[in-house]
């Protein structure tokens, strides 16, 4: 299956539209060879009777089938109505050849945001149930799910993105088409490959580049993807679908570390004390070789919960790394973390193995950034010779679930590519108090529930993570605070040659 993926053109009279690059790429849509051609959302500039009915005229001289969904722009000025009026409905599901493609509107009226609500939400999971043994199956939305890098701040995720992402891995989806952000970006998470395209023919480009579209081949096993620039230069990417195995035997259990995020200690209500001692004496007879808590030590930045903190966290044997969250450093705990935990950006390594730190939060802010003087020196402290390299922080750079997504760095698609380019083997982060892991490229992202507050979203109930690295494999298991129950977050083949230069 051949497929043109395209986005973001931005039909329209004004400075915004670059005609000449349209045209360039229109001579693709109508003379390419292609089963299908997907329009991931910004057909107009602004949502305009004119610009539909130009958008129509133009993408209608093709006979090769064609789905387009609605992006910000085509839902300012009431244009959502008009979308449907001129060039078909906003969500649905279509059949083509050994193919079915969901296609979700995730615009609302006058905002740059992006949403899918709950009708829209049970329809993606109902078709996929309906259609679950379709060879290929295509998801198409506008809106990124997976933040993007040389974007930008990061603010126009969906906000239930983290919701999106565990349904698309538990169904296995084999692709995922978005636009948005003008930049092409592509990502193997699992096995499902997302695709985002730039900009076809705006005239607001990032970062120096130019105007590209997305040639799709999918044969057998293998899914190939091609980004085309219009001065010609091309990026190719190919992707096998992972094999699933079956472990008999992990090899030698080499390391195991604690993961452990919001324990917000303190004498107030968030913080559930028996919840802490009994994780914490379950944790001692799991004998680790190192907790890494990835922020929200304290409930507030005050040298009362500092005090406190450390006089429970001072018990143990384990050596403990620790990277804040905005909390940790509010009020006097810009002063009190340094004076109470050490450095803010700590590190570990045993010669083989590699923790490094590196701070997301900001002075009396939930959000968090890490900057690009930052990231340039955590590459080089991951210019190290050790086999497993591990980077912890607070803010999470995967949309999480079941929490409106606010939580990610406002640079989380340039560290999350850095990191993924790096092949960084572990990513641990801790924000919006829910467990997740899923594998971005060769880099395993890994988020930690509360350990001890009540504000947490699991329904298995506050928890940490146990992260074992064996000879072949790396294991995550979350375990219950109070009760010490297990369950498996997910099982990865470790490379063992990985080549992190």
Known sequence: MRILHISDTH??????????????????VKDGVYDLVIHSGDITQGGRTQEFKKAREILSCTETPCIMLPGNHD???????????????????????DAVIIYVNSAFEDSDQGRVGMVKFNMMRDALNKYGEKPIKILAIHHHIIPIPMAGRERNVLYNAGDILELILKEDLDLVLSGHRHYPNIYQIENTVFINAGTASATKTRYGDINSYNVIEIKDKERKVKTLRIDGKVQQYSFAKRKRRIFSDFGKREFRAIQVANTLISDSRPFLKRNFTNAMATIEELKPDLLVHCGGIVREGIAGDYDYALSLLSEFDFPILYTPAGRDINYLGYYLFPTYFGLIDQRFSNETILFQGISSAQYDSQEGIVGPSQR???LEKLQSPEDIKAVFLHHNVLPIPHSREKGLLEDS?????DLANARVDLILTGTSSHPFAAQVEDSIVVNANSLSSIYQRSVFGNSFNIIDIYEGAIAVFEVNSLWGRQRLLGIWERNKNTDHS
């Open 11 to 28: 039909i329209g009279v004004g400075s915004a539209f670059n005609s000449e690059a349209f045209e360039h790429v229109f001579k693709e």
């Open 376 to 378: 340039k020196a955590l």
């Open 75 to 97: 839902a300012r000025s009431g244009g959502l109505f008009l979308f449907e009026k001129y060039i078909g409905p906003l969500n649905g599901v279509r059949e083509v050849g």
């Open 413 to 417: 698609g340039d560290l999350l590519r």
